[in-house]
């Protein structure tokens, strides 16, 4: 993520203001305040919560606010992200770790199976988040975290190489390979792979249209671990098809995120898979580019995985009622929603502060992007799945092995590991 901005005076002014008001969050204008409080002493304890350093100081603000009104303490301790997930696993049980942290979606399953978060009742306050975004959140049957931000894979166009979104990958591909041919481009579409671990997430949309999933789901759509779909025909298709790219050079090993950022900022590519953490880079150097879905390569839609940022009450909370009170009535209103979109850019889970900035392109197309995506799975076996789908990824772009059976070994491999847990 990009680093923090300060929050504006007059937004924090507002935040202040609305906050003392009555009313529980539901993200419109008049009902997004939160409760009104009797003075300093209306409750006693403290919150302490963790954060990385770019939702620090938006939170730093919203915790102003929530002390004005109950006089309690809030601490926000910043730490890195990287660390956040394995350090609240292993100090919440002890009594040590925080009320509150923020963190990605997918880590759901690893911290409730940990017994270290308290499901959370948004109640009328969930007709405020998208759809995508209140899924994401939900982990056997309840939910656990109040969204914030969704994040997906999408399609960078440069409008100059490329004036018109291609309907199909194939449309795409014809595309770049003409560019390349007159001199106008180096690259037909530039796919970030990672030369050690692949390229799952990127690809995802791709493989999703051969109706390749990673999980089946349960009649709810919840992701059910045990039926593991990496082998299906679609998939073993899927994977046909990606060692035909590699073949051709269009998807290579030697294309890291890095490169392929760069060929796109200087015109080299007219198409780049990307989420939205560099959109900002592009708008600073005035490359002309919008924002699309990532189009299908076979007959099922494309689907991008959707990470979905948000806020998680910790089970050990020696403050459990105001730690609830803190995420579900401050960190819910339009306004905290509106701070943490103005510091990080990201799309925002909520739809009234989505309609907020509706105008801003690229922001509306990554929005468009992540509507048509799925929740990356929050399951813990995910852990069991990452490296082996990586891996083989990079055996079938490299042309070691036939893909079916490079395919089919690598589920027998993740099964197994599921099962042994």
């Known amino acids: 993520m990009r680093s923090s901005l300060l929050l504006p005076a007059v937004l924090a002014a507002t935040l202040l203001a609305t906050s003392c008001g009555g009313g529980g969050g539901s993200g419109d204008g008049d009902k997004n305040t939160a409760p009104a409080a009797s003075g300093p002493a209306a409750a006693t304890g403290s919150l302490t919560v963790w954060a990385d350093d770019a939702r620090a100081k938006p939170l730093q603000e919203i915790a102003a606010a929530f002390t004005r009104d109950k006089g309690v303490k809030v601490k926000v301790v910043q730490k890195g992200l990287g660390e956040i997930r394995d350090d609240f696993v292993s100090q919440a049980p002890t ?5 509150v942290v923020v963190g990605p979606h997918d880590w759901l399953g690893k911290l409730v199976h940990n017994g270290v978060l ?12 998208s759809p995508v975004a209140l899924e994401a959140m939900r982990y056997e049957g309840r939910t656990y975290g109040l969204p914030y931000a969704v994040d997906s894979i999408a399609l960078l166009r440069n409008t100059e ?10 449309e795409l591909l014809a595309t770049g390979r003409r560019l390349v041919d007159e001199g106008k481009a180096k690259l ?30 349960e009649p709810d759509g919840a992701y059910d671990p045990a039926k593991l779909e990496l082998d299906s025909p679609g998939c073993l298709r899927f994977a046909s098809w990606l060692r035909g790219l590699g073949k051709d050079g269009v998807i290579s090993t030697s294309l890291t995120a890095d490169i392929a950022t760069d060929a796109f900022l200087k015109g080299r590519t007219p198409f780049l898979l990307a989420g939205p953490w560099d959109a900002a880079t592009f708008k600073a150097a005035h490359v002309p580019f919008a924002v699309d879905p990532v189009p299908g390569a076979d007959t099922a839609p494309a689907r991008p ?21 803190f995420v579900l009535n401050y960190l819910s209103t339009a306004q905290a929603q509106r701070a ?4 990080g850019g990201r799309v925002p889970a909520t739809t009234a502060v989505l309609d907020q900035v509706k105008n801003d392109p690229v922001v509306a197309g990554f929005a468009r992007a992540a509507q048509t995506g799925v929740p990356t799975p929050n399951l813990p076996a995910m852990d069991s799945v990452w490296a082996d789908w990586g891996l083989t990824q990079l055996a079938i772009v490299q042309g070691r092995g036939d893909p079916a059976e490079l395919t089919t070994a690598m589920a027998g491999r993740i099964r197994a590991k599921i099962a042994a847990g």
Do not use: M, W
Not at 340 to 343: E, F, S, W
């Open 188 to 217: 037909p579409v530039a796919v970030p792979v990672d030369p050690k671990s692949g390229s799952p997430y990127h690809l995802y949309p791709l493989q999703t249209s051969f109706d390749c999933r990673v999980f089946g789901t």
């Open 161 to 170: 190489l490329a004036p018109q979104a291609p309907a199909s990958f194939e």
């Open 118 to 129: 308290a499901p959370l009742e948004p109640g009328d306050r969930a007709a405020a988040f």
């Open 340 to 343: 943490l979109y103005d510091t």
């Open 95 to 99: 009594g040590q770790g925080p009320d």
């Open 305 to 325: 995985f959707v990470g979905v940022q948000g806020f998680f009450v910790g089970a050990k909370s020696a403050n459990p009622i105001l730690a609830q009170d």
